[in-house]
């Protein structure tokens, strides 16, 4: 018999909906009781009316995540802020003011958010109730299948208990993309349109181009700071064209004809996403960061480097504050180079996990078909028409998708890695971890990890995840199965409480070593075949400048990892073509 505790009258979404409530904060609830079925409580919604004065706060991704999206919400017609990057003292606000237990983000954008909301109130004057009516904090949500699905009830019983009653948190569900509750509940202030959809989506691709980029040059620049100040310049710049572009985009014949085709409702939809392929807006605004970041600054890749992939929870992946340790300066103080993971890359499982549910779909209709009797073959029929054009209108996205990100990427000079394929990475991570358990990152842990080994993009594999996340547990279980497969794979799980970054650091230097290792076995082994001295190697790379620019492409070699082992081989490969008689002037690789 099974011992799990619950509530009469609860479903098992429907008690993660409402708060989590402790022994003390029953009376807190505010949900109602109709015949023994709880209801979870009314939200105010977010009125189309009200869009010019009030302000949506969102947050924490990585600083270049939050200002971008911050400034294409303004340029769509919204005010919008993003919490400040959260720090010690908002994970101990957010413990304060939370049930004990919950998972590492919900403390600190919990913490984040209540301290934004008190310098309003006690620095500007605001009152609570303007406070409350002014603004609304935005989030994703979920219905499970970890403590993910209960971060909007913490957020509502934290800021009751800071004296924020009747603050809005709306919601939209990370797959879905709407509303997670029910239909109508967060208002018409947003127009979920696929203007929407397509500026933020280009504003994350463009955030994680720079992030890229960012930690590609950081390790190998004389001052790194320098390389902050000039990435700054250059969101500041991208800040600027998203807040002033038009977003809008007038349908034409062709959007009118091919509505009935596709699921939009509106002929806008589909000349917005025909219009994608041809737009040069972000391309143009990253053509000239590319410019910044040439003019200003300067490289030096021959010191060997170990190369770090960045996996884990979407959240403690991607934040670059506390609630990771700030693990990337780290890594980057201790001689690494880091890779980050896109946000592009999460999007894209979502898209591609949509496969699996249409394939269910079309085997149900199909079923019912049968069952149905009489003229059965017509209806089995139309449910394989249907599921082939709506399984290839996805697949059409994907390519989509992936083409968009190489173009930005091709603009920045196209030295950071493409997006993997999803179906690739099914295959990869499926032996060790069914692809239909979707919770968390689902089989993209272990993909990422397989994918990395494979196709020589790390020295070492670092996971990291909030303390007890259920499904990175989950996988760092399959981890052992991978781990027993490849045993020369340097895999590190890591997980973060807001405290204990000393003993995380400390394991973390410990398959750093063995990283950096592998780093110079590889670089030494590079130097015998082609041939160079270290010194000889320096005084090549100072003869040709174009090799000190920061956004030159060095070929990577089969089966090479570092950046400077590949340099290695590639100043060789020029050096011969240099000796068998007159060439061109030097151009960049």
């Known amino acids: 018999m099974s011992t799990e505790r619950r509530l009469p009258g609860f479903s098992t979404c429907q008690?993660?909906?409402?708060?989590?409530?402790?022994?003390?904060?029953?009376?807190?609830?505010?949900?109602?009781?109709?015949?023994?079925?709880?209801?979870?409580?009314?939200?105010?919604?977010?009125?189309?009316?009200?869009?010019?004065?009030?302000?949506?706060?969102?947050?924490?991704?990585?600083?270049?995540?939050?200002?971008?999206?911050?400034?294409?919400?303004?340029?769509?017609?919204?005010?919008?802020?993003?919490?400040?990057?959260?720090?010690?003292?908002?994970?101990?606000?957010?413990?304060?003011?939370?049930?004990?237990g919950q998972c590492n983000p919900v403390y600190f954008v919990t913490g984040a958010l209540i301290r934004y909301l008190e310098r309003l109130r006690d620095e500007e004057g605001l009152p609570p109730d303007r406070i409350a009516s002014d603004y609304v904090f935005v989030t994703a949500g979920s219905c499970g299948p970890c403590r993910f699905g209960m971060y909007e009830a913490e957020y509502q019983l934290a800021l009751r208990k800071a004296g924020f009653e009747g603050f809005r948190v709306i919601t939209f569900d990370k797959k879905a993309g709407g509303d997670g509750h029910d239909p109508g509940a967060i208002g018409d202030g947003f127009e979920m349109n696929m203007r929407l959809h397509r500026a933020l989506l280009n504003a994350l691709f463009v955030a994680d181009v720079l992030n890229a980029v960012t930690h590609q040059l950081r390790p190998y620049a004389a001052n790194p700071n320098k390389v902050d100040d000039i990435i700054d310049t250059c969101l500041c710049y991208c800040e600027k064209v998203f807040r002033e572009r038009n977003y809008s985009v007038a349908p034409g014949p062709v959007s009118h004809w091919l509505r009935p085709l596709t699921p939009f409702r509106a002929g806008e939809d589909v000349a917005q996403?025909?219009?994608?392929?041809?737009?040069?807006?972000?391309?143009?605004?990253?053509?000239?960061?590319?410019?910044?970041i040439e003019q200003h600054l300067r490289v030096d890749r021959s010191t060997p480097k170990p190369v770090v992939k960045i996996t884990g929870e979407f959240w403690a992946q991607t934040t670059e504050g506390e609630g990771n340790f700030r693990m990337f300066r780290f890594l980057e103080d201790e001689g690494a180079e880091v890779r980050v993971e896109p946000l592009a890359s999460w999007i894209d499982y979502m898209?591609?996990?949509?496969?699996?549910?249409?394939?269910?779909?079309?085997?149900?209709?199909?079923d019912r078909a049968r069952a149905g009797g009489g003229l059965w073959p017509m209806p089995w029929a139309g449910a394989w028409l249907r599921y082939l054009f709506q399984d290839g209108l996805l697949r059409l996205t994907g390519m989509l998708?992936?083409?968009?990100?190489?173009?930005?990427?091709?603009?920045?000079?196209?030295?950071?890695?493409?997006?993997?394929?999803?179906?690739?990475?099914?295959?990869?991570?499926h032996p060790f971890y069914h692809a239909r358990i979707t919770g968390g990152e689902g089989y993209l842990e272990i993909a990422k990890n397989l994918h990395a080994f494979h196709h020589g993009q790390a020295h070492m594999t670092l996971s990291l995840k909030p303390f007890?996340?259920?499904?990175?547990t989950q996988s760092d279980g399959a981890q052992a199965a991978v781990m027993g497969r490849y045993p020369e794979l340097n895999f590190l799980p890591v997980?973060?409480?807001?405290?204990?970054?000393?003993?995380?650091?400390?394991?973390?230097?410990?398959?750093?070593?063995?990283?950096?290792?592998?780093?110079?076995?590889?670089?030494?082994?590079?130097?015998?075949?082609?041939?160079?001295?270290?010194?000889?190697?320096?005084?090549f790379v100072g003869r040709h400048p174009a090799l000190n620019q920061p956004l030159y492409r060095i070929p990577q070699r089969r089966g090479v990892i570092g950046t400077a082992a590949n340099l290695a081989y590639h100043a060789a490969t020029l050096r011969d073509r240099e000796a068998r008689g007159p060439v061109h002037p030097f151009r960049g690789g």
């Open 401 to 429: 998708m992936r083409r968009e990100y190489d173009r930005l990427r091709a603009a920045l000079g196209a030295t950071t890695p493409a997006l993997p394929h999803q179906g690739l990475l099914q295959r990869l991570g």
């Open 273 to 292: 996403l025909l219009a994608q392929p041809r737009e040069r807006d972000y391309v143009d605004a990253l053509h000239h960061c590319r410019k910044i």
């Open 468 to 472: 007890g996340c259920m499904p990175s």
């Open 495 to 539: 997980e973060t409480s807001g405290d204990g970054e000393v003993n995380a650091y400390s394991r973390v230097q410990m398959a750093l070593t063995e990283a950096k290792e592998q780093c110079r076995r590889e670089f030494q082994q590079a130097l015998r075949d082609a041939h160079w001295t270290r010194e000889e190697l320096a005084e």
């Open 15 to 100: 008690q993660t909906a409402g708060p989590l409530l402790g022994a003390g904060d029953i009376a807190e609830d505010r949900g109602s009781s109709v015949d023994g079925a709880y209801r979870r409580p009314v939200e105010r919604p977010f009125r189309r009316e009200e869009r010019g004065g009030v302000t949506l706060i969102f947050g924490s991704l990585s600083s270049a995540h939050d200002r971008l999206l911050k400034a294409t919400l303004q340029g769509l017609g919204y005010r919008a802020d993003h919490l400040p990057m959260p720090g010690r003292s908002d994970f101990k606000t957010g413990r304060e003011y939370c049930n004990p």
């Open 351 to 366: 898209r591609h996990n949509l496969h699996a549910y249409l394939k269910d779909r079309r085997v149900v209709a199909c």
